[in-house]
Nanobody, 123 residues
Framework: QVQLVESGGGLVQAGGSLRLSCAAS???????MAWFRQAPGKEREFVAAITWRSGLILYQDSVKGRFTISRDTAKKSMYLQMNSLTPEDTAVYSC?????????????????WGQGTQVTVSS
């Protein structure tokens, strides 16, 4: 059982930056980790993913050039640096981990989830 704990959310003005962290109780070579977000009244949305072993990265189009996903294998942690934030980025951000499925952006392909951290961007 992998436990994930997010931190780093908060309130920021439009144009500002935040860095989210996700600490894992354990992680395995074949795993993939990802960030998802869910705004009120909307479905959960894929943000970015990274493979644990090789560090291959995929972003949702709307965050490319603004968000950067990374991981530190020694610390068993994943990060999301978010720059140039807009009110449309307001959501609960959750980290996820799993081994399954070719569809990186599908929540169902991730077996483990953190509790989420709120990000609020004011205009």
């Amino acid at each position: 059982q992998v436990q994930l704990v997010e931190s780093g959310g908060g309130l920021v003005q439009a144009g500002g930056s935040l860095r989210l962290s996700c600490a894992a109780s354990e992680m395995f070579t074949g795993y993939r980790m990802a960030w998802f977000r869910q705004a009120p009244g909307k479905e959960r949305e894929f943000v970015a993913a990274i493979t644990w072993r090789s560090g291959l990265i995929l972003y949702q189009d709307s965050v490319k050039g603004r968000f950067t996903i990374s991981r530190d294998t020694a610390k068993k942690s994943m990060y999301l640096q978010m720059n140039s934030l807009t009110p449309e980025d307001t959501a609960v951000y959750s980290c996820a981990a799993g081994v399954g499925g070719a569809e990186v952006s599908r929540p169902r392909n991730y077996a483990y989830w953190g509790q989420g951290t709120q990000v609020t961007v004011s205009s």
